[in-house]
């Protein structure tokens, strides 16, 4: 079946704007993740979605970022006011509602520059 | 707090020589769950293995095998007869598991290149 799907895959934008970015799960995965990949860097956790409703956004950097998830399926994550900073490669994991701790899928991630 | 340490960040090897990662961890937690995933070029994080904290047998696949050692909370990935093919930065990562969700602790990857 399909995987997790990102887009747009890269995404080249100017300091101060707002940008959207999108994730399309695998079917049926009710969890869903965003992390940040900064160059050299492991991914790190971002948000958590069990469902429609954000269970975890701990991860979130500051108030310009925010991420919806309004029909349990398809994710948005929002990042207003773009700054150089946030620069870095976004990627986003879905898993499976299953007892126990359960792989993530992971998208081919969206690459995110600020100028 | 969860972490963990990926201490190479680079290596290099010609094609057939066997190869280890080496993976380190902290948490305080008594359940847990390490994981090795593959970042190739492309950019996808492919995953490899879960390992749970009770269960402390090694294992292989194919050419791939772990050492989970709890003693030493280390989780270290062994490639054997190397090919270029797995040329790929390698993440270890924890998971740590807070109100159902499962967050990944990643560590800062090794980059590993097979030379042919």
């Known amino acids: 079946g399909a995987g997790v799907s990102q887009t747009p895959s890269n995404k080249v934008t100017e300091k101060g704007k707002y940008v959207e970015l999108r994730c399309d799960p695998i079917s049926g995965h009710t969890a869903l993740y965003w992390y940040r990949q900064s160059l050299g860097q492991g991914p790190e956790f971002l948000i958590y979605?069990?469902?429609?409703?954000?269970?975890?956004d701990s991860g979130l950097p500051n108030d310009r970022f925010f991420a919806v998830r309004p029909e349990g399926s398809v994710s948005t994550l929002k990042i207003q006011r773009t700054e150089r900073g946030d620069s870095a490669m976004y990627l986003c994991?879905?898993?499976?509602?299953?007892?126990?701790?359960?792989?993530?899928?992971f998208g081919p991630g969206t690459r995110l520059t600020v100028l | 707090a969860q972490k963990v340490t990926q201490a190479q960040t680079e290596i290099s090897v010609v094609e057939k020589e066997d190869v280890t990662l080496d993976c380190v961890y902290e948490t305080r937690d008594t359940t847990y769950y390490l994981f090795w995933y593959k970042q190739p070029p492309s950019g996808e994080l492919v995953f490899l293995i879960r390992?749970?904290?009770?269960?402390?047998q090694n294992e292989i696949s194919g050419r791939y095998s772990w050492n989970f050692q709890k003693s030493t909370s280390s989780f270290n990935f062994t490639i054997t007869a190397s090919q270029v093919v797995d040329s790929a930065v390698y993440f270890c990562a924890l998971s740590e598991v807070i109100q159902g969700a499962q967050k990944l602790v990643f560590g800062q990857g090794t980059r590993l290149t097979i030379n042919p």
């Open positions: 979605f069990q469902g429609t409703g954000a269970a975890d």
């Open positions: 994991a879905s898993s499976p509602q299953r007892s126990g701790v359960n792989e993530q899928f």
């Open positions: 390992r749970n904290s009770f269960d402390e």
